[in-house]
């Protein structure tokens, strides 16, 4: 497996994009300005991320998404430690904002991020319908950060 870094026709993976973030015009407003990365196995895309820098030592994971066949089986968390392993030069601290879904919270917690704070009302005010996951109506983003210094086994 390798994860390559996607510089041209970003638009292509806008299928995939759209798996973790189901309204088009909001992938559009970080996908431009974001460096998108997808881990590929022979000819075949499992997972792709996109990470804004943010300023200040501070970049976000803004789409993290893994085809749905291959979930569940560690390739989210491959790219999360590969993202984390290739910012950590150049930012100290990744911020992720996610909905409070019940699978999503503990991956996230499973990659190093904790709570940081809450954006109220962001998913009903930022999407033209109402975002349902595992049952569960989002309403608050979680933003969740981790650290990318001092890192147990990097130098």
């Known amino acids: 497996m390798e994860v390559h870094r996607i510089t041209k026709d970003k638009q292509r993976y806008l299928d995939r994009l759209l798996l973790a973030d189901e309204q088009e015009d ?10 998108l990365f ?3 196995q022979g000819s075949k895309t499992l997972a792709v991320a996109v990470v804004t820098d943010e300023g200040a030592g501070v970049c976000e994971l803004k789409n ?14 491959q790219m999360m430690e590969f993202l984390a392993h290739f910012y950590q030069s150049a930012f100290h601290t990744m911020l992720v904002g996610t909905g ?28 033209h319908h109402p975002i349902v996951e595992e049952g569960v109506l989002l309403r608050d983003m979680v933003v969740l950060k981790r650290s990318l210094q001092g890192r147990e086994g990097d130098s």
């Open 26 to 35: 909001m992938i559009h407003r970080y996908l431009g300005r974001g460096d």
């Open 38 to 40: 997808a881990l590929t």
């Open 64 to 77: 993290l998404a893994v085809e749905p066949a291959v979930q569940g089986q560690g390739y989210g968390r």
């Open 100 to 127: 409070d879904s019940p699978s999503t919270l503990p991956f996230y917690h499973k990659c190093e991020f904790s709570e940081s704070h809450r954006i109220p009302d962001f998913f009903i005010r930022h999407y």
